[in-house]
């Protein structure tokens, strides 16, 4: 499986972005799910938001639920973040992962993902 963000880069504070991921080799079923994570300098990974490939769950951290929005393709294995009323704060490098398979609730640390994109930078400035 190889995982491959893409959309980021700069936006002033109060902008707009949507990153793309896409994993080739990963199946589409109910149990894999998507995730974005994001590290800023000198900080640890954090979650920012997961979605299950049934779309029956998602879920956002606190510091960017209202303004951030996951989805998922239907019919490819495609994830976005929209993040909108972006925040100074909110850059960082952004990661995508995927987990092949997981029971219950979706995972919120990066231990429960299985396959990591290279990360794509998102820079807010004021």
């Known amino acids: 499986v190889q995982v491959a963000e893409s959309g980021g880069g700069s936006v002033q504070a109060g902008g707009s972005m949507r990153l793309s991921c896409t994993a080739s080799?990963?199946?589409?079923?109910?149990?894999?799910?998507a995730a974005w994570f994001r590290q800023a300098p000198g900080k640890e990974r954090e979650f920012v938001a997961g979605?299950?490939?049934?779309?029956?769950?998602?879920q956002y951290a606190e510091s960017v639920a209202g303004r951030f929005t996951i989805s998922r393709a239907s019919a490819k294995w495609t994830a976005y973040l929209q993040m909108n009323a972006l925040r100074v704060e909110d850059t960082a490098v952004y990661y995508c992962?995927?987990?092949?398979?997981?029971?219950?609730?979706?995972?919120?640390?990066?231990?429960?993902?299985?396959?990591w994109g290279q990360g794509t930078q998102v820079t807010v400035s004021s």
């Open positions: 080799g990963q199946p589409l079923m109910p149990d894999v799910a």
């Open positions: 979605i299950s490939w049934s779309g029956d769950d998602a």
């Open positions: 992962a995927t987990a092949s398979h997981f029971i219950g609730t979706l995972p919120r640390t990066p231990a429960g993902y299985n396959y």
